[in-house]
Nanobody, 124 residues
Framework: QVQLVESGGGLVQGGDSLRLSCAAS????????MGWFRQAPGTEREFVAA????????SYADSVKGRFTISRDNAKNTVYLQMNSLKPDDTAVYYC?????????????????WGKGTQVRVSS
């Protein structure tokens, strides 16, 4: 069992930055790939970014590439999502999740444990 708690969301203006954190507890955090997903009202949950267990491999959705950066600190059992140049289209609830799949999975179905999410709102 892995417990995940996201934090760092809030209301910002377009062009601003936010850093989301996801603190993990329970089973060995460092053996899992970690991902960030987001879900806006009336839409399906979509992939944002993922990082492998060692932190050397990352993957991003095209919509956030060049603006968002995923990282992890295995000593702190925490994964981060640095979000720069935020746009109103980035408004959503952001979730972190863990996966036992190899590599850097992008499909939500490959993630087993999920946090409850943190709200990000970007005004124009």
């Amino acid at each position: 069992q892995v417990q995940l708690v996201e934090s760092g969301g809030g209301l910002v203006q377009g062009g601003d930055s936010l850093r989301l954190s996801c603190a993990a507890s329970g089973r060995t955090f460092r053996t899992y790939a970690m991902g960030w997903f987001r879900q806006a009202p009336g839409t399906e949950r979509e992939f944002v970014a993922a990082i492998n267990w060692g932190g050397g491999l990352t993957s991003y959705a095209d919509s956030v590439k060049g603006r968002f950066t995923i990282s992890r600190d295995n000593a702190k059992n925490t994964v981060y999502l640095q979000m720069n140049s935020l746009k109103p289209d980035d408004t959503a609830v952001y979730y972190c999740a863990t996966s036992e799949a190899p590599g850097i999975p992008r499909r939500a179905s490959l993630y087993k444990y999920w946090g409850k999410g943190t709200q990000v709102r970007v005004s124009s």
